[in-house]
């Protein structure tokens, strides 16, 4: 498992959640559950794409922001957020395993976690 590739194409994957819930469809599908839970769900990714560039500086996987907008833009924009969650969900997943063959158990800890979160993200959007 290349670490680099699988730590851009989660953070690809947050950058593209972000974009999507910008779009309209997202924000229709959130103003039934509150209009505070949309500008929470892209804070908190926002602070996830945050957390997983720190930690992969610590790693000297030396990611980019263009590179994450680029493999952010290979996604197509398609109005399916709860799948995307999904999407991050695993992604999440992989990189909880190389955390955890890094040696690093706070970080697979938080990422499983993070992993199980939107997975229910995904179901409470799909009602």
Known sequence: MDPR????RLLGLLEHMIQES?????QKLFRGLGVRRLRMAQRQLRRE?????????RWN?????????Q???ALALCDDLAQDY????EAYRRAA???EQRGD???????????RMHIEHSRFLQG
Not at 5 to 8: A, I
Not at 61 to 69: C, N, Q, R, S, T
Not at 105 to 115: K, S
């Open 97 to 99: 395993s190389i955390a």
């Open 22 to 26: 910008e779009r309209p469809v997202a």
């Open 61 to 69: 996987l030396a990611i980019e922001p263009d590179d994450v907008f």
């Open 5 to 8: 590739g699988e730590w851009l």
């Open 86 to 89: 999904l999407a991050v969900a």
């Open 105 to 115: 158990p706070t970080l697979m800890r938080w990422m499983a976690l993070r992993a």
């Open 49 to 57: 794409r945050q957390a997983l560039l720190v930690a992969g500086a």
């Open 71 to 73: 493999s952010s833009r």
